[in-house]
């Protein structure tokens, strides 16, 4: 079957680093998405990756390896507005997009 | 209203009632989407869209029925609902579709709860 695995809840501290991480495993790869939801909000979309490395955008990174299957998100200089959940989905080669859980990020002063 | 806009925000209703969840983008997307999300569970894709065709129905029971009368609008008719159909539900577009690497936009849910 397919899975997308990343841990349920994370803790950090107002300025730090923290990188969230995400392993898939699906029938082919077509790219990976992160996307942030705020509690009650919608999800946003943060950033898309097909090819192996890091792409950064701001204060977020993502990063990508195909041959482990496996995605990680980095968030620098963290601000308490950064208080979300992140989802990791992944497109396979039927372009189904298949969801992670997300992941509950709580920023503490 | 510009983005993708969903109302009602919230809804309590009897397993009994008829309802209707309504979602509509101001993007000029052709795909639509319909997703339940459950506390601690991925998103589950419901219903897709494509060019007001339906494309994607994903072992969805019955009682739950879309209507997509162009592709701007997007409904989901809920009758006899159970408990457990208490959920978030988020609706989506994005431009082409109905998969693709290009980004999804989504409103902001609405939350149901079934008694």
């Known amino acids: 079957g397919q899975n997308i695995d990343q841990p349920t809840e994370m803790t950090a501290t107002e300025g730090a680093i923290v990188q969230i991480n995400c392993t898939y495993q699906?029938?082919?790869?077509?790219?990976l998405f992160w996307y942030q939801q705020h509690a009650g909000e919608a999800p946003t979309f943060l950033s898309y990756n097909v090819l192996d490395g890091l792409e950064e955008k701001g204060r977020f990174s993502s990063f990508l390896s195909r041959s482990k299957g496996y995605s990680y998100l980095l968030l620098k200089e963290l601000q308490m507005k950064d208080s979300a959940s992140y989802l990791c989905?992944?497109?396979?080669?039927?372009?189904?997009?298949?969801w992670g859980a997300g992941t509950k990020l709580i920023i503490k002063p | 209203e510009t983005g993708v806009t969903q109302t009602p925000r919230h809804l309590v209703m009897g397993m009994t009632n008829k309802k209707s969840l309504k979602c509509e983008q101001h993007l000029g997307h052709n795909a639509m989407y319909w997703y339940k999300q459950s506390a601690k569970k991925p998103l589950e894709l419901m219903f897709v869209?494509?060019?007001?065709?339906?494309?994607e129905n994903n072992s969805v029971p019955s009682r739950f029925s879309p209507e997509c009368p162009n592709s701007s609008h997007l409904f989901l008719h809920l009758h006899t609902l159970q408990p457990e159909d208490s959920a978030l539900y988020l609706c989506?577009?994005?431009?082409?579709?109905?998969?693709?690497?290009?980004?999804?936009?989504f409103g902001p849910g609405t939350r149901l709860t079934v008694l």
């Open positions: 989506a577009s994005s431009q082409e579709g109905p998969f693709s690497y290009n980004e999804q936009f």
């Open positions: 699906t029938s082919g790869f077509n790219g």
């Open positions: 869209y494509n060019f007001k065709e339906q494309t």
């Open positions: 989905a992944v497109l396979d080669s039927n372009y189904q997009l298949i």
